[in-house]
């Protein structure tokens, strides 16, 4: 055991992985919908604690959860990008106009299909 030479691990050479323009310019969209979700959750949480809204059961955390990825897929859908929540939105909402020219917007939840677990009786 003694006689074992470590390789100069220093040395290794990965090979780069080129980028194409495409790919990189997705990368920078990416890193800048992530840091503009995040600087907008760490504001709307900080207006929160100011108002004494209760943040700390599950409830909140998941409710929380689906804030930021509607606020993810919004910024991802102006950047033509897909995202998950989208489907969901499109399902849910619907804009109408209205004879005077005004925009509403009409939330259709009927479209989702929640199941109750059963009670044991």
Do not use: W
């Amino acid at each position: 055991m003694g006689n074992i030479v470590m390789f100069p691990t220093h040395k290794i050479k990965k090979p780069k992985v080129k980028q194409t323009e495409e790919q990189a310019k997705k990368i920078k969209e990416d890193i800048f919908i992530e840091q503009l979700v995040e600087e907008f959750t760490l504001d709307f949480i900080h207006v929160l604690q100011e108002n004494a809204i209760v943040m700390k059961n599950e409830t909140f955390l998941r409710d929380l959860a689906v804030v930021i990825e509607s606020i993810k897929s919004l910024i991802k859908r102006d950047f033509k990008q897909k995202h998950p929540m989208q489907t969901i939105t499109d399902a849910l909402a619907k804009i109408s106009i209205l004879p005077d020219g005004k925009k509403v917007t009409d939330m259709n939840y009927s479209k989702v299909f929640v199941t109750k677990p059963k009670v044991d009786k």
